[in-house]
């Protein structure tokens, strides 16, 4: 059984961790998906979700970029559903060092990113041990 849980942004307290850019329209994504690629290479996941071409030039969507050495090393896909609500949609990174910990910070990063522009909540489809750990976690209860 899948749980699917969010952020209540307004009960974080975090402030970025990470230089971002936020970029949209991104016609030119070959960059992006070599990261994404990378990721789910290190990853080693045994069935992975395509990014199509669509979604970088979505206008629901954005591109929070993370660089490292002036490098983009990562990136997430938030989609915008709302006025209130944003979706964390794909989180990824090169793994190059990952002592870094971009995860981490990222995600923390992208609360007060969309929190402080007024946002309420960001969903993070489904529950994992390290979500439980974020400020605002919670968990969307059965259909009403």
Not at 13 to 32: G, Q, R, S
Not at 113 to 130: A, S, V
Request: hydrophobic share 35%; proline share 4%.
């Amino acid at each position: 059984m899948s749980l699917y849980g969010y952020i209540a942004l307004q009960e974080t307290k975090y402030k970025p961790l990470l230089d971002y850019e936020i970029l949209t329209n991104v016609e030119d994504n070959a960059w992006l998906l070599d990261i994404y690629h990378a990721y789910t290479r290190y990853k080693q996941f045994p069935s992975v979700q395509p990014i199509f071409h669509g979604e970088f030039t979505d206008p629901r969507c954005e591109f929070v970029t993370y660089k490292v050495d002036n490098k983009v090393v990562a990136w997430t896909m938030i989609r915008k559903l709302d006025e209130t609500v944003v979706d964390n949609m794909q989180f990824c990174w090169d793994y190059k060092n990952p002592k870094l910990k971009l995860g981490y910070k990222s995600i923390r990063t992208e609360c007060a990113i969309y929190r402080d522009r007024g946002y309420t909540q960001m969903l993070i489809d489904t529950e994992m041990h390290y979500k439980k750990q974020l400020q605002g976690y919670n968990i969307y209860g059965p259909a009403q």
